[in-house]
């Protein structure tokens, strides 16, 4: 009930819907088709279709334009500072094929990999979504390697904004 307070607000209600919406559905194929359902995979079904509901609602013509927006300019690696750890993060989808894959690369000053971790997935994603994903499977690689400090670098433009800006509370990302 608090949401109908803040600010996103209205996009937390309807992503809320909609995932009601998808379990639902799923139920009724589980209840009357006899057929199985992923939790993960409808979950994903109702953010793309919540996704998809935004970008009609703010009249983004295609996903093309939505690719746009999400990444930056061509970046180059910097070394991070001494004693840090820098951990490179990318998300990649193959929408017809319903493919996404991530991966990260950890690397010392000198640029040295101490660690790299990748791994696909057959399901429908989200370019932020997964983006946020590969992060914050970064993250949890570096947390069990026991580096304390580390530097995150992402080429998605809008997942790096949300995270300097602290937004939690955007109903797609900030579960992630």
């Known amino acids: 009930m608090e949401a109908k307070d803040i600010v996103e607000g209205r996009n937390h209600i309807t992503?809320?819907?909609?995932?009601?919406?998808?379990?639902?559905?799923?139920?009724?194929?589980?209840?009357?088709?006899?057929?199985?359902?992923?939790?993960?995979?409808?979950?994903s079904k109702a953010v793309q279709e919540w996704a998809e509901y935004t970008d009609v609602r703010k009249g983004v013509a295609n996903a093309e334009e939505r690719k746009k927006e999400q990444v930056a300019g061509v970046s180059s690696w910097l070394p991070p500072p001494q004693g840090c750890i820098k951990l490179n993060t990318d998300a990649a989808l193959v929408l017809k094929d319903r493919r996404i894959g991530w991966g990260?690369?950890?690397?010392?000053?000198?640029?040295?990999?101490?660690?790299?971790?990748?791994?696909?997935?057959?399901?429908?994603?989200?370019?932020?979504?997964?983006?946020?994903?590969?992060?914050?499977?970064?993250?949890?690689?570096?947390?069990?390697?026991?580096?304390?400090?580390?530097?995150?670098q992402s080429d998605c433009k809008l997942m790096v904004d949300k995270l300097r800006e602290r937004n939690v509370d955007d109903p797609v990302t900030g579960p992630y």
């Open 104 to 152: 990260v690369v950890a690397r010392k000053e000198d640029g040295e990999v101490v660690g790299a971790w990748a791994a696909g997935e057959s399901r429908n994603g989200i370019p932020v979504v997964e983006e946020a994903l590969a992060i914050r499977k970064a993250v949890i690689k570096a947390r069990l390697c026991g580096w304390n400090k580390v530097e995150i």
């Open 15 to 43: 992503l809320t819907v909609n995932i009601l919406w998808q379990i639902w559905k799923s139920r009724n194929q589980v209840q009357f088709d006899d057929r199985s359902n992923c939790p993960g995979r409808t979950a």
